[in-house]
C-alpha cells in the first residue's frame, strides 16, 4: 500500500508568519511521529501520537509548536510566529504500536517537508 | 538523558572494500538499537533492530552486531548503490516510544 506521505514537500515562508504540515500516515498505523532534521544532524524528535492523543511532547521546542491528529489518522504539525532557526526537514514516521514494551515496531518515515524560513 | 554517537561522520570505500561503522551509546535500559538508511532528499529507510548483546542481523551485504556499549554496522564487499547515510537510534526504557537519532555516518563507494 501507500507509505506515508507529507505535504508540502518545501514551505518557504518569512519570519513570524504561520505555517502548518501535513502528515497522511500509513492506513492502520496508529502511532505517528514528528522529528526534525537540521542539516548533517540526524532526526529529533518532536512528538508522538498513539491514537488521537500526544503521549510524549516532550521534544517539542518551545510553545509556537504545536501539533494535533484529530480522527487519529492524519497529523499537522503547525508553527507559529516562525524563526530562521525553525527552518528545517520535518519528518513523519508512523508504525504499528506493540503493547509488549521489550519490542519494538519499525517506523515508516515520509519524505519531509523542507521549512526555509527567511 | 540518552545518547548516540556514530563514527566516522564520513567514510569513502572502493567498490569492494570492505568496513564497518561505529555506533557508541549511552542509555538507561536499552529497549532497542536500529539503524536505519538514509538517501539524499529521503526519509530514513528501517534496516535493522537490535535488542540484547551478542544479536546480530543480516541483510545483503550488511550485518549489524551489538554489545553492551556499542553497535556495529558491516559492510562486506560495498558497492555504488550501497552510497547513503546510515543512521543509529536507540529506544531506553524511560522513552517509551522516543527514539533518540545520532548525526550518521554518510558512506560514499567509489566504483
Known amino acids: 500500500g501507500a507509505g506515508v506521505s507529507q505535504t508540502p514537500s518545501n514551505k518557504v515562508t518569512e519570519k513570524g508568519k504561520y505555517v502548518e504540515l501535513r502528515c497522511d500516515p500509513i492506513?492502520?498505523?496508529?502511532?505517528l511521529y514528528w522529528y526534525r532534521q537540521s542539516l548533517g544532524q540526524g532526526p529529533e524528535f518532536l512528538i508522538y501520537f498513539q491514537g488521537t492523543g500526544a503521549a510524549d511532547d516532550s521534544g517539542l521546542p518551545n510553545d509556537r509548536f504545536f501539533a494535533v491528529r484529530p480522527e487519529g489518522s492524519v497529523s499537522t504539525l503547525k508553527i507559529q510566529r516562525t524563526q530562521q532557526e525553525d527552518s528545517a526537514v520535518y519528518l513523519c514516521?508512523?508504525?504499528?504500536?506493540?503493547?509488549?514494551?521489550?519490542?519494538?515496531?519499525?517506523?515508516?518515515f515520509g519524505p519531509g517537508t523542507r521549512l526555509t524560513v527567511l | 538523558e540518552d545518547q548516540v554517537t556514530q563514527s566516522p561522520e564520513a567514510l569513502r570505500l572502493q567498490e569492494g572494500e570492505s568496513s564497518s561503522l561505529n555506533c557508541s551509546y549511552t542509555?538507561?535500559?536499552?529497549?532497542?538499537l536500529f539503524w536505519y538508511r538514509q538517501d539524499p532528499g529521503k526519509g530514513p529507510e528501517f534496516l535493522f533492530t537490535?535488542?540484547?548483546a551478542g544479536e546480530e542481523k543480516e541483510k545483503e551485504r550488511l550485518k549489524a552486531t551489538l554489545t553492551k556499549k556499542e553497535s556495529f554496522l558491516h559492510i562486506t564487499a560495498p558497492k555504488p548503490e550501497d552510497s547513503a547515510t546510515y543512521l543509529c537510534a536507540v529506544r531506553s526504557s524511560g522513552g517509551y516510544q522516543k527514539v533518540t537519532f545520532g548525526i550518521g555516518t554518510k558512506l560514499q563507494v567509489i566504483p
Open positions: 542509555v538507561s535500559g536499552l529497549r532497542g
Open positions: 492506513s492502520g498505523h496508529t502511532a
Open positions: 537490535l535488542y540484547s
Open positions: 514516521a508512523s508504525s504499528l504500536v506493540s503493547w509488549v514494551r521489550s519490542h519494538y515496531n519499525e517506523q515508516f
